[in-house]
C-alpha cells in the first residue's frame, strides 16, 4: 500500500485528505493519505519517523515549507529558487523536494480563466508565507507588479526584499520598476498604520464630550 500525507502545524483545518482519498477510491488505488501534526521542533525527527514507517512522500504545509527545503538532499531548481518546498518524495533513502503551488496556481488560472494576461495589470496576493513566494517567483510574472496584503508586516517585509537583494534567489524574477514599486507600497503600509495608531491614542487621550 502507498502511504502519503499532508504535514502541518495545525494541520487540523486541511482538506487534502478529503481530495486524495476521493481520487485513490476512484482510480481503485491501494493507497491511504492522512493528516499528520508535527511541530516545528519535532519536524525533523518525524519526518525521518515517516521514512521509515514506509511513507512514500509527504505534502508540506504551513509552518514547515521552509524547513521542508532545508532537510532535503534532492530539491528541484524551482523549490531552490522559492526557498520553499510543499512536497517531499522518499526514494531510497534520500529526500526529493519539489514544490507545486506556483505551478499550480498557474494552471487552474488558465483553466478556469482562459483570457486572463499576465500584462493585464497589478496582482493582489493575499498573505505572504510559504504559497506567495511561489506565485510571486513564477516566471511568467516577470515585470508584474504585485500588491502583497498580509496581517504580517514582518512576512510582507521579507518577501518583498528578498525579491530585491541581489543574493537572493528571487532577484531575477522582478523587473527594478515592480520592486521599488513594492518596497513603496511597504513603507506606506507602515505609514498608515502609523497615523492609525496616532489617531487612536488621541482618540483615547482626548475625548469627544
Known sequence: MIKAGVVGWPIEQS????????WLDKYNIN?????????PENFKLGIKRLMNDGYA???ITVPH?????EISSNPTERAKKIGA??????????????NTDGIGFLNNLTQLAPDWKADLGPAVVLGAGGASRSIVSLKYAIGILYVVLSVSLGLVQHLIFSSCLPSSPLSGLFNPMACFS???LFLAVICSICLLCVGAMLFLLFPRK
Open 57 to 59: 512522500g509527504l505534502n
Open 182 to 184: 513594492s518596497l513603496v
Open 85 to 98: 518546498a510543499n512536497t517531499l518524495i522518499f526514494k531510497k533513502g534520500k529526500i526529493y523536494a519539489d
Open 15 to 22: 482538506k487534502s485528505p478529503i481530495i486524495h482519498n476521493y
Open 65 to 69: 515549507k521552509e524547513m521542508a527545503l
Open 31 to 39: 493507497g491511504s493519505y492522512k493528516k499528520i501534526s508535527l511541530s
